[in-house]
């Protein structure tokens, strides 16, 4: 049976790994500040892909940031952060494919036709994932109130992938 690892390429995303219809990891995208500005933890996310992932992955399914972001300031730290991760993926001989948000969001939940206004699609994932993995814990850490966007997207990033391909 293949595995699929989603990827949430933000510095506030994460990494889920799916086999078969069954959540075997989720991980928060390791970072490090640096000043006052965060990165990705490139080594650490290296060793995680090295090890873990390598063994259990089969296809990595990623977010591609697009051509948008809330600030020129956050589309560059996305487009930066995917790029990483692609490098990684390639140097490790992990296959992958990109995916837009969009694209994978739409084999969860259709926005309503006459909505006026803005659609909450972090709402939408969670109540998505919350169906498909109805026991799974979506906090970041035990101590968490709320559950973590980066979670969510992601394992329902690594499910479209199963979907798709598997």
Not at 23 to 50: F, G, Q
Not at 114 to 122: E, I, Q, S, V
């Amino acid at each position: 049976m293949s595995s699929y690892l989603g990827v949430d390429c933000g510095l506030d995303g994460a990494i889920v790994a799916i086999k078969g219809d069954k959540i075997i990891a989720m991980l928060p995208m390791p970072t490090y500040k640096e000043s006052r500005k965060r990165s990705i933890d490139i080594e650490t996310l290296s060793d995680l892909l090295n090890s873990q992932y390598k063994r259990d992955c089969c296809t990595a399914i990623i977010e591609d940031p697009g051509g948008h972001a809330p600030s020129a300031a956050g589309l560059r730290s996305m487009t930066y952060s995917f790029a990483i991760i692609k490098a990684l993926l390639v140097a490790h001989k992990i296959q992958f494919k990109c995916v837009r948000a969009i694209t994978w969001q739409r084999q969860f939940w259709d926005k309503p036709k006459g909505m006026k206004g803005r659609f909450d699609t972090k709402s939408a994932a969670l109540n998505a994932a919350k169906n498909l993995w109805p026991t799974q814990d979506w906090r970041r850490t035990a101590r968490s109130k709320k559950p973590f966007d980066g979670f969510v997207d992601a394992a329902l990033i690594a499910e479209y992938g199963r979907r798709l391909y598997g």
